[in-house]
């Protein structure tokens, strides 16, 4: 049974960082793609940063130079850091894991079978 659970959500001031993890566990496939999600009240779920199997990053334009996204394989665990964080990125976050791996670059929620139950960012203005 795959199990992913998210942690490093909090309330931050504007400006500031936080790091997610995301501990994966049950999901033994030699091509994976994984990612990072987030969805904001009244919002759809958006796509913030995926990486695949070979370490090939993709990282969404209103987060590009901010966030970024790491996978510690011995640990079995994706990161996301995030750094000069501001008032738009609060939002719920969520980590996926899906074997479609050449659908990395799309950042399509569709696309990803596995899902964490969700950490949530506050950043205060």
């Known amino acids: 049974q795959v199990q992913l659970v998210e942690s490093g959500g909090d309330l931050v001031q504007a400006g500031g960082s936080l790091r997610l993890s995301c501990k994966i566990s049950?999901?033994?496939?030699?091509?994976?793609?994984m990612a990072w999600f987030r969805q904001a009240p009244g919002k759809g779920r958006e796509g913030v940063a995926s990486i695949d199997s070979v370490d090939h990053k993709k990282h969404a334009d209103s987060v590009r130079g901010r966030f970024t996204i790491s996978f510690d394989k011995d640990a079995n665990t994706l990161y996301l850091q995030m750094d000069s964080l501001q008032y738009d990125d609060t939002a719920q976050y969520y980590c996926?894991?899906?074997?479609?791996?050449?659908?990395?670059?799309?950042?399509?929620?569709?696309?990803?079978?596995?899902w964490g139950q969700g950490t949530h960012v506050t950043v205060s203005s």
């Open positions: 049950g999901f033994t496939v030699d091509r994976y793609c």
């Open positions: 996926a894991a899906g074997d479609r791996w050449w659908t990395c670059p799309r950042l399509d929620w569709a696309d990803f079978s596995n």
